[in-house]
């Protein structure tokens, strides 16, 4: 294995920051749901559904709260996907390292 992990580790620090956006707008996102989905319920109350599973009903399907349920599972898409490229890019340098320590422990033999 002559690959130089260079270009992984390179790869984990210049994605940083793009995995701490991608963290942070799905965190972002959960949490806005449940105040979107406490508006809702609210202007649903407001508008005359009285029972609170009658808001709750309005509330979850309303194209306001849908519209947060598509940005949140893109949100989670992009996550996922830089999560794993760093996993891909951690496990590249895990196994670089191993190939040294074995090829350096063949050398002491």
């Known amino acids: 294995m002559s690959e130089d992990p260079q270009g992984a580790i390179n790869f984990i ?29 609210k202007e649903a109350e407001e508008a005359g559904a009285g029972a ?8 979850l399907a309303h194209p306001k709260y849908i519209e947060v349920l598509n940005g949140l599972r893109v949100a989670v898409e992009n996550e996922e996907k830089l999560r794993w490229l760093m996993v891909a890019a951690q496990v590249k340098v895990e196994v670089w390292r191993s190939y040294e320590a074995s090829k350096r422990a063949e050398m002491n033999l």
Do not use: G, H, P
């Not at 620090?13 to 749901?33: G, H, M, P, Q």
């Not at 609170?52 to 509330?59: G, N, V, Y």
């Open 13 to 41: 620090r210049d994605n940083a920051t793009a995995i701490a956006k991608a963290r942070a707008e799905r965190v972002y996102l959960e949490e806005f749901k449940k105040t979107q989905r406490a508006l809702l319920m």
């Open 52 to 59: 609170l599973a009658a808001q709750e009903r309005d509330a």
